[in-house]
């Protein structure tokens, strides 16, 4: 704010002093027509110092109203809530007073490649102040280490202290890693939370690269987050989002989502307080799906991923990344968020209308899906009357089949919407849906 103060006293100041020397070159440059009409000519002399006057009166009545011009734009610029400087032709840097920070927290083991992650965030974010970079490292890596603290200033490296072992029952033995990963989390929460102090963040881990406007999308839904009691997260994520399965000329598209998706989400400080003290000690994410945690609320998902994940190892040993993830279409196209009318995602006006066209969508049948015989642009209604005509339908047509709590994927109310050969379908329960079955 300082630098901006100082520019704009520069500005006018600079403003000043060249209207001043355009004003004293053109009375010096202004021939003596006085002495030359007396020697040169038998016409009366003209009166100079009157012509001299008018000239300066002329000059500063027009530097008069050019400050009073420039007065106006700088009020409205100091006036204006969000100042935006572009830094190139496709990087908006947005640095808004009054705005509060949105950390974005990098969770980091021993993957070198945090640097793909690092960098993608780096380009794309707008504001430093607005949006902290904070990378918390587990595992004690020394080469994911050396990658980190070259970054310098540009993040915050905290390093996981309890490095020790963790004692699980024989069966577990082979998922020690999800018990490090949710103690990890913990750890990081509470410093976001409890010793730096913020109110919101958003969590990626080191294998995501974010789409131009991931910074903007989770700036304009952040006051959704805030006032709206049915929402508990923000994501990143569809995890039907497969080329060919999300509408291309819908990136501006949202959904609410009974299913938590993770992978680039947004937490309050008010959940984590809420979460952390009955945190688990493993398989962190499958615990945030159980209806305890949920308590029937929503978070919000976009219809084309703001994240794309490149990390095939891992803990999870690459489930699903090679027949699901690895094939997500991540955003290209600048969507700005925070100008559009977004009351659409509101509880009550959502549901209303989501559920009015789902069930006014004509039914069709699987195989006509399947075949590509639909006739007519959509959208239409596949009806499933069970976990396992789900399963089957769901498998058959490329989306994912899984359930985490009576929950599909990416669905809301029972029901999953994804695009077949550039036709929206809704694979949804029967009318009159109430709840999902544990």
């Not at 200033?153 to 082979?174: C, F, G, M």
Request: aromatic share 12%; charged share 25%.
């Amino acid at each position: 704010m300082i630098r901006k103060r100082s520019s704009l006293i520069f500005c006018g100041a600079f403003l000043f002093i060249t209207w001043n020397a355009i004003l004293v070159l053109l009375l010096w440059g202004r021939p003596p027509q006085g002495r030359d009409q007396k020697e040169g000519s038998e016409g009366p002399p003209s009166n100079v110092m009157e012509d001299v006057m008018e000239d300066v009166l002329r000059m500063a009545n027009a530097f008069e109203n050019e400050l009073e011009k420039q007065k106006e734009i700088l009020l409205q610029i100091q006036n204006h809530q969000l100042l935006w400087e572009p830094s190139d032709k496709n990087k908006p840097k947005v640095t808004a007073p009054h705005q509060p920070a949105i950390p974005i927290l990098v969770i980091a083991c021993n993957r070198v490649t945090v640097k793909r992650c690092l960098d993608k965030l780096l380009q794309h974010r707008p504001s430093a102040e607005l949006h902290p970079i904070i990378v918390s490292q587990d595992c004690g890596h020394a080469e994911t280490a050396e990658v980190i603290r070259s970054y310098g200033n540009n993040v915050t490296h905290l390093k996981q202290p309890d490095l020790s072992d963790i004692q699980v029952r024989p069966e577990h033995k082979k998922f020690k890693g999800y018990y490090k990963i949710s103690r990890h989390y913990h750890w990081a929460l509470n410093q976001v939370f409890k010793t730096l102090g913020h109110s919101s963040v958003v969590i990626v881990e080191d294998d995501l690269e974010v789409a131009p406007d991931f910074f903007e999308y989770f700036r304009a839904l952040l006051p959704f987050l805030k006032s709206d009691p049915s929402l508990w997260c923000v994501s990143a994520w569809n995890d039907n989002g497969r080329e060919g399965y999300v509408d291309p000329g819908k990136a501006d598209l949202l959904y609410r989502t009974d299913f938590f998706p993770g992978l680039g989400w947004m937490l309050l400080r008010e959940v984590w307080e809420e979460l952390e003290p009955k945190w688990p000690e493993a398989f962190w994410d499958d615990w945030m799906r159980q209806p305890e945690q949920r308590r029937n609320r929503a978070c919000i998902r976009p219809e084309i991923s703001r994240t794309l994940t490149f990390g095939r190892q891992g803990v999870s040993l690459g489930q699903f990344f090679d027949k699901y993830l690895r094939y997500i279409k991540l955003n290209t196209e600048f969507v700005p968020f925070t100008k559009l009318d977004l009351s659409y995602l509101k509880e009550e006006t959502y549901k209303e209308n989501f559920e009015k066209e789902v069930y006014s969508a004509p039914v069709v049948k699987y195989e006509d899906v399947k075949q590509g015989q639909l006739q007519g642009p959509g959208p239409f209604r596949l009806q499933y009357s069970s976990k396992d005509s789900f399963k089957l339908m769901a498998k058959n047509l490329g989306i994912m089949d899984d359930f985490k709590s009576g929950v599909p994927r990416s669905g809301y109310r029972g029901v999953v919407s994804f695009m077949s050969r550039g036709r929206r379908i809704y694979l949804a329960p029967p009318p009159g849906w109430t709840q999902y079955d544990l």
